[in-house]
């Protein structure tokens, strides 16, 4: 079993639809990164979280600690929010590497 | 302020030939890392390093090689390419160990490597 699960593995939306999208992890995390990744292109990241809840325009970033999952909402979708999203957890303990999901591909229709 | 460079964006390798992946960073990051993205796989570490002069294995290290001589840069080496290594690979840098305190990470466009 994978460290970090993502789902859905692929999403189709409408432009304007409300979009979420999971990932779950089994390992005890100092951070949780959610990436977003063009096609063809570089990866940015969108959010850095330990707790709680951050938003930054349309894009918000939830994470429970507690049930080891958090979730990446976008509000008002946008056919330019075509990408994929990736999730990724630092490991607590000093480890040096990120454990990455295998990323949501979402594709929003205008 | 240029963020994370990789150079070249796309090269094909015949089987055994050597190539350098250079990654260069003008943030003053401490923390850089090469990482390799296949279909169907999260990204996987291949070496990272924590300042010039300092370099480690991550989960996928055999066939490269890396080296720190400055904080700006951190080139991957591939020493005698092969198809397996037919991959797209993304350096990534951060502020200090990054992910143990959690600061962000920036990572560069990506070089799309095809081994034939």
């Known amino acids: 079993k994978n460290e970090v699960e993502q789902s859905p593995q692929n999403l189709t939306a409408q432009e304007g639809e409300f979009i979420t999208i999971n990932c779950s992890y089994s390992?005890?995390?100092?951070?949780l990164h959610w990436l977003q990744q063009h096609p063809g292109g570089g990866i940015v990241s969108l959010f850095m979280?330990?707790?709680g809840k951050k938003k930054h325009g349309r894009l918000i970033a939830t994470i429970n600690i507690q049930e080891k999952h958090s979730s990446l909402h976008i509000t008002a979708s946008h056919p330019r929010d075509s990408a994929v999203y990736i999730c990724?957890?630092?490991?607590?303990?000093?480890?040096?590497?990120?454990?990455f999901g295998k990323g949501t591909k979402l594709t929003v229709n205008p | 302020n240029a963020g994370v460079t990789q150079t070249p964006k796309f090269q094909v390798l015949k089987t055994g030939q050597s190539m350098t992946l250079q990654c260069a960073q003008d943030?003053?990051?401490?923390?850089m890392s090469w990482y390799r993205q296949d279909p169907g796989m999260g990204l996987r570490l291949i070496h990272y390093?924590?300042?010039?002069?300092?370099?480690d294995q991550g989960e996928v290290p055999n066939g490269y090689n890396v080296s720190r001589s400055t904080t700006e840069d951190f080139p991957l080496r591939l020493l005698s390419a092969a198809p397996s290594q037919t991959s797209v690979y993304f350096c990534?840098?951060?502020?200090?160990?990054?992910?143990?305190?959690?600061?962000?990470?920036?990572f560069g466009q990506g070089t799309r490597l095809t081994v034939v």
């Open positions: 990534a840098s951060s502020t200090d160990r990054g992910y143990l305190g959690g600061t962000e990470a920036f």
């Open positions: 390992v005890g995390i100092s951070a």
């Open positions: 979280l330990s707790s």
């Open positions: 990724a957890v630092g490991l607590q303990g000093g480890s040096e590497k990120l454990v």
């Open positions: 943030m003053n990051h401490e923390y």
């Open positions: 390093s924590v300042g010039a002069g300092i370099t």
